[in-house]
């Protein structure tokens, strides 16, 4: 059992690890759209995008497969652990959208003040489900 409890607390390490390096990503999309450079902007967000992607599977896969059945809407008699996974994936849905959305606004229109707009609010909600997941999923598992 402690050995299960030391694996998950390096690999929750290892997801915080990841959200700081996604930060970076995103950041240097912020910097090079702020500096009028769409086509380092696209590529950015892109590769943010991928990244994204790529962590919210494994986390999917990995931290909340088992919790609950894999549906996005509540169910009577969810318990807190069913319900807390149901709220993340639900909140990786909303985060992939968004970033999906400010990619085809930079590729289809090179609109980099939309793109701009609309990533303020993926920041937004980017920060609030790390932390929460952090505070709520990693800390409380490790």
């Given at each position: 059992m402690e050995e299960r409890r030391a694996s998950e607390a390096g690999s929750f390490e290892?997801?915080?690890a990841e959200h700081r390096l996604l930060d970076q990503g995103f950041g240097r999309f912020v910097a090079a759209a702020s500096a009028g450079d769409a086509?380092?902007?696209?590529e950015a967000i892109e590769a943010f995008d991928g990244e994204?992607?790529?962590h919210m599977e494994h986390e999917e896969r990995d931290v909340y497969r088992g919790a609950g059945d894999g549906k996005l809407i509540s169910r009577p008699g969810e318990d807190e652990t069913a319900r807390l996974a149901r709220e993340m994936r639900l909140e990786h849905v909303q985060l992939r959208e968004l970033s999906a959305m400010v990619c085809r606004l930079l590729a289809e229109k090179r609109d980099l003040?939309?793109?701009l707009r609309l990533a303020a609010n993926?920041?937004?909600?980017?920060?609030?489900?790390?932390?929460?997941?952090?505070?709520?999923?990693f800390r409380s598992g490790s």
């Open positions: 290892s997801r915080i086509g380092q902007a696209l994204m992607r790529r003040l939309g793109a993926l920041a937004r909600r980017w920060d609030s489900h790390t932390t929460r997941e952090e505070r709520e999923v």
